[in-house]
């Protein structure tokens, strides 16, 4: 996790597969507060639900996870996005509501065609001039 993630009121309702990383600004909301305008009428109403994420995902900046929703193995969730609903393995989702943009395959061919390949956890002076290098310097 980075940053700030928030589990709600209910965090014991999520569950999280392994490998999963989840950035800064996601939310997870495990129950339907909007029930709240029939509480004169039915003063004990509670919505809950569960949400579970499997294993190898990756969440974006700010994204929010609604009640009772399964995300499979395999998923890029794009930042920003809400998800109102299940996602199944192996895709990528993104928007409010959240939706299928493309396969996991397809992503994994675009991003490698764009990528830049550096060894992870050495981002020192090395890995600055090498991306200075590579894109230009912008801005000040």
């Known amino acids: 996790m980075t940053g700030d993630v928030n589990f709600g009121s209910e965090p014991f309702l999520i569950s999280l597969g392994s490998d999963v990383t989840i950035a800064d600004g996601v939310r997870f909301l495990t129950h339907d507060g909007g029930v709240r305008v029939f509480r004169t009428e039915i003063p004990d109403l509670h919505v809950y639900a569960p949400i579970r994420v499997g294993d190898r995902v990756f969440i974006g900046v700010g994204a929010m996870i609604m009640p009772g929703v399964e995300i499979g193995d395999d998923v890029v969730v794009g930042a920003g996005s809400i998800v109102t609903r299940n996602i199944p393995s192996n895709e990528v989702w993104a928007g409010v509501p959240a939706r299928r943009l493309k396969s996991l395959e397809e992503y994994r061919e675009g991003a490698t065609r764009k990528a830049t390949f550096w060894p992870v956890g050495e981002y020192g002076d090395r890995?600055?001039?090498?991306?200075?290098?590579q894109y230009g310097q912008r801005g000040s």
Not at 127 to 133: I, P
């Open 127 to 133: 890995w600055r001039s090498h991306l200075l290098a």
